[in-house]
């Protein structure tokens, strides 16, 4: 298989590499074929040049939707399989082989693959069990996505109508389109993703407590609840 690994990447200097490395880290475990397609968003520091050193092809989308951030990856991509990855997470060693061997099978649509944060407090652990309530009825994972890129096409990539929470939304479409075809929406348990945990340095380890409590609708109303101000603080415009 060919893997296309898509990352989108807004002045991610100083998580570019650990992230790239990661995926250096899985290519030797698992020898096959590989692109990293980094996609810039309004960089002004050292990310291209960075990824330029590991081989990466460059794509550029400065729009705030990270819909179409991903979507301008996907369409840039040769690979058989897509795989989308954050800039500030890094992959398992084992990574491409766990996703080879399930879609392999046949019996996955793709998938995606336990998160792990870089560090544990009492505010970031009561953040992670909420949000894993809130998405456990829908038996689905996120952080990162693994499928065959005709399935992604097939279901139109990610929703660019959606300011935020476009990857809850993509992994139920994805869900549902693997169920008309009777194959499952995987979870690799035998590998992980480590994120960083950047958000909650700058705005508190309770802030996604805090904020749930304060406006239930952001989770708990979908996708298209959530506004536009909302998807550019916490993303768009939030400073590393």
Same mark, same amino acid.
């Given at each position: 298989?060919?893997?296309?690994? !898509? /990352? ?6 100083? %998580? $570019?590499?650990?992230? *790239? ?5 899985? %290519?030797?475990?698992h ?7 980094? !996609? ?13 050193? +590991?081989?990466? +092809? ?15 990856? =996907?369409? =840039?991509?040769?690979?058989? !399989? *897509?795989?989308?990855?954050? =800039? ?10 766990e ?24 505010? /970031? ?7 894993? /309530? ?5 038996? $689905? ?15 139109g990539?990610?929703?660019?109508? *959606? ?13 549902? +389109?693997?169920?008309? @075809?009777?194959?499952?929406?995987? &979870?690799? +348990?035998?590998?992980?993703?480590? &994120? ?11 802030? !996604?407590?805090r904020? /749930? *409590? ?13 506004? @536009? ?6 993303f768009?415009?939030?400073? %590393?």
């Amino acid at each position: 298989m060919k893997f296309s690994i !898509v /990352i989108p990447a807004r002045d991610e200097e100083s %998580h $570019i590499d650990r992230c *790239l490395d990661a995926i250096d880290k899985a %290519h030797e475990f698992h020898p096959s074929d590989v692109e990293t397609i980094v !996609v810039l968003n309004r960089c002004t520091d050292n990310t291209e040049q960075l990824a330029l050193a +590991h081989g990466a +092809h460059i794509e550029r989308n400065d729009a705030k939707n990270l819909a179409s951030i991903r979507n301008t990856g =996907a369409r =840039a991509a040769s690979g058989e !399989v *897509l795989i989308t990855v954050d =800039a500030d997470s890094t992959v398992s060693p084992n990574m491409l082989a766990e996703i080879e061997k399930a879609l392999s099978s046949g019996q996955y649509i793709g998938g995606g693959v336990p998160i792990l944060p870089e560090r544990t407090s009492p505010g /970031i652990m009561c953040s992670g069990l909420l949000l894993f /309530i809130c998405l456990l009825p829908y038996r $689905i994972s996120a952080g990162l996505f693994w499928c065959f890129r005709k399935d992604f096409e097939a279901i139109g990539g990610f929703d660019e109508s *959606l300011a935020a929470a476009e990857d809850v939304d993509f992994a139920l479409r994805l869900k549902a +389109h693997g169920k008309r @075809q009777g194959k499952r929406y995987g &979870t690799l +348990h035998k590998t992980r993703l480590v &994120t960083s945990c950047r958000k909650f340095d700058k705005f508190g380890d309770w802030f !996604v407590f805090r904020m /749930i *409590l304060s406006k239930p609708s952001l989770l708990f109303g979908g996708p298209r609840r959530i506004p @536009q101000s909302f998807a550019d603080r916490f993303f768009y415009d939030f400073e %590393h």
